[in-house]
């Protein structure tokens, strides 16, 4: 897929762009190609969040999102930066799910969801009738809000994704390297041919985002993760989010206000309009957001005053 | 001094009010009755049951007793009651059943999984799925005429006429709807968050579909179709319509596969029927003993159903 993309890339948007660190293209690249295991975690150092401004993984351009006629987003505007944490926060029902969902067309399996407007991905346009959805979500991975393991073992859960992209290398040890990342491995080790519905909640959630990086995606989209979850397992998730942004950009919807003040460098606050449609207010990085919004909604929802 | 307008005397302590309160209240006479009559149903439903199968067992038992139960299981149909056995049948019932297996199965699954995977919620596939439900409660007889019309007339070169072909065509269809029925249900029940979580790690619809919405919907698409085939089992009507033969028959010891397809056949449930009309006395006998038969088979078809669900039962 990747080889048809200079005919997708927009010229005046990604010619000035570096050649990104750890190119998408090249990580166990379409359906067949094999990878080194060890790449996935020796690829970026432990620096985060640089200094410069980092180049962007998506550009929202006048993004609506429709389910049937109802439009459930209107006109957002964003940038996404690389290998930071993004987290959308808002009031229930302003559509922070459906947004998200337009960033790897999960919407696609809702009959009558559509969108209007573009989300480019490095530069493609991602709702081009040329793209391949299944392989913008091989690249694109999502954890859903309540952990969702197939009924299978822990490690068939883990070998699905690569089984079905082909993978070739060691099962075994791309298994492993998967589980270690997500901070799950010593936990499970010994329990691999149990089937992951046996876990707790908070183990389960950690295999689901174990199961995601197994295809060594560009992207993780994490849609509420915690809120099926209690403290405990909340916090050993956002850490975990600490650890993979240094390889992997991170998108997070919550409801919970402390944990994107705590768990985000960046922050996008979206609320309800009039007409239902849910519309972006104000981004910008967390702190900033928290301590010194500059829309009075901002302000109002982050001190707990609405929503 | 306010006693008198208080609707109810004034007690003398808390715990003599909370006593009153709790303890005074009359039996509940009209849930009592409710109850009893409930149970009248219940028992009046199941005492026709067991009255009806003491009876055909008691009927049965000298067969049972006077004559060997293998001779009586292999024997063909014979107007002698001496030899008379359930062989022929058993042989038909059984061929009509691989006929329901091998067809029905395969074709209402594959149809359930493209009505309820692929096929889009648009007025077609609602009148579709109404279309498969009404058909579902169809009478049997009436896919009896259908099965005279196409299968024993119009493709008679194929089928032989009234033959085994004919009959278990005529079955398929008739279990058809019920397969896709089940096998639907069983598919709807896997939750969606399952498929999402398939499509989340990059798969294509067929993977989703193929390695984890049909595996986890196996134990009940089987539980749906065995008990179909239970029900086949004890169809009677539609295969007299398509040429089960009531009475005896012999089959010509060198004829081939095709041929005896072709050919005359009949059933456990039609034995039955044509026994229980015969006039002398001991085939009452006979039908009381291959009425046994039929339902010790049906209840080990449903048995095995109930087991399969039991052992793959899933929790969400």
Redesign the interface.
């Known amino acids: 897929m990747q080889s048809e993309t200079p005919t997708m890339y927009d010229a005046d948007e990604t010619d000035a762009q570096a050649p990104p660190v750890r190119d998408p293209s090249t990580a166990m690249d379409g359906r067949g190609a094999t990878v080194n295991v060890g790449a996935v975690t020796a690829a970026r150092p432990e620096a985060p969040a640089p200094a410069e401004a980092p180049e962007s993984v998506f550009e929202v351009r006048e993004l609506s999102a429709y389910y049937s006629s109802f439009r459930a987003i209107r006109d957002v505007e964003l940038d996404i930066p690389r290998n930071r944490i993004t987290a959308f926060i808002g009031p229930s029902g302003c559509g922070k799910s459906t947004l998200l969902r337009c960033f790897?067309r999960?919407n696609d399996?809702i009959?009558g969801a559509h969108i209007k407007g573009r989300v480019n991905y490095h530069g493609v346009d991602l709702y081009d009738s040329r793209v391949d959805a299944?392989?913008v979500?091989?690249?694109i991975?999502?954890?859903?809000q309540?952990p969702?393991?197939?009924?299978k073992s822990i490690y068939d859960n883990v070998a699905?994704?690569p089984r079905?992209?082909g993978y070739r290398g060691s099962m075994d040890e791309l298994v492993e390297s998967s589980l270690k990342r997500a901070a799950i491995w010593d936990e499970v080790k010994d329990k691999l041919k149990q089937p992951g519905t046996a876990l707790s909640g908070g183990q389960q959630q950690r295999l689901?985002i174990a199961?995601?990086i197994?295809?060594q995606p560009d992207v993780i989209l994490m849609d509420e993760p915690c809120s099926a979850l209690d403290p405990v397992a909340t916090l050993k998730i956002e850490e975990l989010m600490f650890e993979l942004r240094t390889d992997y950009t991170i998108l997070i919807v919550t409801h919970n206000m402390q944990q994107a003040a705590r768990a985000s460098d960046e922050t996008v606050f979206l609320t309800m309009g009039d007409d239902r449609a849910g519309y972006l207010v104000e981004k910008g990085p967390t702190a900033e957001i928290f301590t010194n919004p500059r829309n009075q909604l901002t302000e109002d929802y982050v001190s707990g005053r609405f929503g | 001094m306010t006693a008198t307008a208080q609707p109810f005397p004034p007690p003398q302590s808390a715990t003599e009010a909370v006593e009153q309160a709790l303890m005074g209240k009359q039996r509940d006479w009209r849930s009592t009755a409710f109850e009893l009559a409930l149970l009248a149903s219940l028992l009046m439903a199941l005492g026709i049951l067991i009255w009806l199968l003491t009876d055909i067992f008691l009927r049965a038992v000298p067969v049972f007793q006077e004559r060997d139960l293998f001779g009586f299981l292999t024997s063909p149909g014979s107007s002698n009651p001496l030899n008379a056995g359930i062989g022929q049948a058993l042989l038909g019932s059984l061929l009509l059943m691989i006929f329901v297996a091998v067809l029905a199965i395969p074709i209402g699954i594959a149809s359930a999984v493209y009505l309820e995977e692929y096929a889009?919620?648009n007025a077609f596939t609602r009148i579709i799925n109404t279309t498969v439900r009404n058909l579902a409660g169809v009478p049997a007889v009436v896919y009896g005429l259908l099965g005279i019309a196409v299968f024993v007339v119009l493709l008679k070169d194929w089928t032989g006429g009234p033959s085994i072909i004919s009959g278990g065509l005529t079955l398929v269809i008739v279990v058809l709807p019920i397969v896709v029925i089940a096998s639907a249900e069983a598919l709807r029940a896997v939750?969606d968050?399952?498929?999402?979580?398939?499509?989340?790690?990059?798969?294509?619809k067929w993977?989703v579909i193929r390695?984890?919405v049909i595996p986890?919907a196996i134990p009940g698409i089987l539980t749906g179709t065995i008990l179909t085939i239970g029900r086949a089992f004890g169809e009677t009507a539609p295969l007299l319509l398509v040429g089960a033969v009531t009475g005896f028959f012999s089959v010509a010891a060198n004829a081939g596969v095709v041929e005896r397809l072709q050919g005359p056949y009949t059933t456990l449930p039609t034995v039955i029927f044509s026994w229980s009309r015969q006039p002398r006395s001991e085939f009452r006998e006979l039908t009381a003993a291959a009425i046994i038969v039929l339902l010790v088979l049906v209840l080990i078809i449903n048995g095995l159903a109930i087991i399969l669900r039991n052992r793959y039962a899933?929790k969400w």
């Open positions: 790897n999960m399996l009959p299944v392989e979500r091989r690249r991975g999502m954890v859903f309540k969702n393991p197939f009924p699905f994704g079905v992209a689901c199961r995601t197994a295809v | 889009a919620d939750p968050p399952i498929r999402e979580a398939g499509f989340g790690v990059g798969a294509t993977e390695s984890h986890y899933r």
